[in-house]
């Protein structure tokens, strides 16, 4: 059975730093691109990032480019979302996805002072 | 970026109807999109992708067409356990963009 573990939301403030990670299982990770979606409180679906199956090819949504660095470490079966210089506009419940519809359970993210 | 909008925003509707929403690319996509079911709280769960592919362990009642801007997805027999909010997607190019969503609600 496939399942994605979210994990690393929590409360931060304005400026700060937070590591989402997402742990994979019930199949071959290595062979799939992932993705970061995230959805604000009462908002629809916001892709945030991809990366494809060997990390070459990497894509970010304008809204947080610069800020937000997404990688994985196949071996461990982990994607991870390092986000930096956070905004409130960043609180969102933040989704794990592989490419081919299984998604994590989410993990929200809340920036405030 | 390519803008999917999806049309209506919400609407109510009665268990046993048929019904349609729509979402239309600004540019061609191809058969390059997805349409996810959400209910409060959950996460998004794939119902079609390639516009017209439905997702193993997804209902008959679900069916998906289109191709280039314009889409549909219908529901051809409401059950109760449908009441949620749909979304497309497109996966043509990045960056990956998702219709506003249509809210599903019980007339």
């Known amino acids: 059975e496939v399942q994605l573990v979210e994990s690393g939301g929590g409360l931060v403030k304005p400026g700060g730093s937070l590591r989402l990670s997402c742990a994979a299982s019930g199949f071959t990770f290595s062979s799939y691109s992932m993705n970061w979606v995230r959805q604000a409180p009462g908002k629809g679906l916001e892709w945030v990032s991809s990366i494809s199956s060997s990390s070459s090819y990497i894509y970010y949504a304008d809204s947080v480019k610069g800020r937000f660095t997404i990688s994985r470490d196949n071996a461990k079966n982990s994607l991870y979302l390092q986000m930096n210089s956070l905004r409130a506009e960043d609180t969102a419940v933040y989704y794990c996805?592989?490419?081919?519809?299984?998604w994590g359970q989410g993990t929200l993210v809340t920036v405030s002072s | 970026a390519i803008r999917m909008t999806q049309s209506p925003s919400s609407f109510s509707a009665s268990t046993g109807d048929r019904v349609t929403i729509t979402c239309r690319a600004s540019?061609?996509?191809?058969?390059?999109l997805a349409w996810y079911q959400q209910k409060p709280g959950k996460a998004p769960k794939l119902l079609i992708y390639a516009a017209s592919t439905l997702q193993s362990g997804v209902p008959s009642r679900f069916s998906g067409s289109g191709s280039g801007t314009d889409f549909t997805l219908t529901i051809s027999c409401l059950q109760s356990e449908d009441f949620a909010t749909y979304y497309c997607?497109?996966?043509?190019?990045?960056?990956?963009?998702f219709g506003q969503g249509t809210k599903l609600e019980i007339k």
């Open positions: 996805a592989r490419t081919s519809g299984y």
């Open positions: 997607q497109q996966y043509y190019s990045y960056p990956r963009t």
């Open positions: 540019q061609g996509i191809s058969s390059y």
